[in-house]
């Protein structure tokens, strides 16, 4: 019901800066919220950045370097200072409500994830 692509991953150098977009489709009556977490190789899937209407939050490791912005149902991150530790599969994330108007539905959606790369 719910799609989400994302795109701007890629391999930057350590200090340098990267971009992430995230588009939501599908039939929805609107998007609560929307985000990005991420996951390591051998670790858990953790928060990076999440929005609503204007209210953001931030994952502790990135508070200061990466903004979070969004425009309707398109969600952006704005990564700076980059550290060999980001490196990890970025996945988009929206809480999105559905159904019908007298059947509503709340639920999370994720994206496929984009790879970001950051070498020293």
């Known amino acids: 019901q719910v799609q989400l692509v994302e795109s701007g991953g890629g391999l930057v150098q350590a200090g340098g800066s990267l971009n992430l977009s995230c588009v939501a489709s599908?039939?929805?009556?609107?998007?609560?919220?929307m985000g990005w977490f991420r996951q390591g190789p051998g670790e858990q899937r953790d928060l990076v950045a999440t929005?609503?209407?204007?209210k953001t939050n931030y994952g502790d490791p990135v508070k200061g370097r990466f903004t979070i912005s969004r425009d309707k149902n398109t969600v952006y991150l704005q990564m700076s200072s980059l550290k060999i530790e980001d490196t990890a599969v970025y996945y988009c994330?929206?809480?999105?409500?559905?159904?019908?108007?007298?059947?509503?539905?709340?639920?999370?959606?994720w994206g496929q994830g984009t790879q970001v790369t950051v070498s020293g």
């Open positions: 599908g039939k929805f009556f609107h998007i609560r919220r």
């Open positions: 929005i609503g209407t204007t």
């Open positions: 994330t929206a809480t999105a409500v559905t159904g019908t108007p007298i059947d509503l539905h709340e639920a999370d959606y």
